[in-house]
């Protein structure tokens, strides 16, 4: 069956540095996929869409990559701020009127 | 301002109760759809709508019901044959289908006492 893994474990880095969570599926292959923001009790928001014909995709901080060969994406975001902690949820989509989300990474940045 | 309206915030139901969550958007977007968020588990999809009066289940459909009167509109009925109904409720819409964004609500929390 199809399957996202987003790491379950919380990741904590220092204000500055450049946090990298990752996105890996399994028996799918989507033509895009994106990535929300959670905060705790409100609903997901929409941050970046790349599609499968796209390697890179940035928003000023926020920088996205895509490798279908690997079932793999990387969302970084650059110059951390505490105000960046939340729970990050990729959502995997294509072929159908379904989009499949992962169960999210949550980040901490600390001052 | 545009946006989507999910009421109430949090919510009880009692064993053998029926409970609706209520749904709307102002943003005039065709797609709706119901997800269901548990602790340590992604997104599962309950219903969607594509189109006023249709719409369809989604992976977990069986002890819901929904309803899609108007294009504004997509209450999710918790029904008393749902045996875990515990859970943050999401409703989202979007324009032109999943290849866009997905704009969400702020959520109900369902509770069983």
């Known amino acids: 069956s199809q399957k996202i893994e987003q790491n379950s474990e919380a990741l904590n880095i220092q204000e500055g540095k450049t946090a990298t969570l990752t996105c890996n599926y399994t028996?799918?292959?989507?033509?895009?996929l994106q990535w929300y923001r959670q905060d705790p009790g409100r609903g997901p928001v929409f941050l970046l869409l790349?599609?499968?014909?796209?390697k890179e995709k940035r928003k000023e901080r926020l920088k996205v990559t895509f490798d279908t060969t690997l079932k793999q994406s990387l969302f970084h975001i650059t110059a951390s701020q505490p105000a960046d902690s939340a729970t990050y949820l990729c959502?995997?989509?294509?072929?159908?009127?379904?989009?499949?989300f992962g169960t999210g990474t949550r980040l901490q940045v600390f001052p | 301002d545009g946006g989507i309206t999910q009421s109430p915030k949090y919510l009880f139901r009692k064993e053998g109760q029926n409970v609706t969550l209520s749904c709307e958007q102002n943003?005039?977007?065709?797609?709706m759809y119901w997800y269901r968020q548990d602790p340590g588990q992604g997104l599962r999809l309950i219903y969607y709508?594509?189109?006023?009066?249709?719409?369809q289940k989604g992976d977990i459909a069986e002890g819901y019901s929904v309803s899609r009167e108007k294009k504004e509109s997509f209450p999710l009925t918790v029904t008393s044959a749902q045996k875990n109904p515990t859970a943050f409720y999401l409703c989202?819409?979007?324009?032109?289908?999943?290849?866009?964004?997905?704009?969400f609500g702020s959520g109900t929390q369902l509770s069983v006492l």
């Open positions: 028996n799918y292959s989507p033509a895009y």
């Open positions: 959502a995997l989509g294509g072929g159908t009127d379904k989009l499949i």
């Open positions: 989202a819409s979007t324009s032109t289908g999943l290849r866009e964004k997905l704009f």
């Open positions: 790349i599609r499968e014909n796209e």
């Open positions: 709508s594509q189109i006023v009066n249709d719409f």
């Open positions: 943003l005039n977007h065709d797609a």
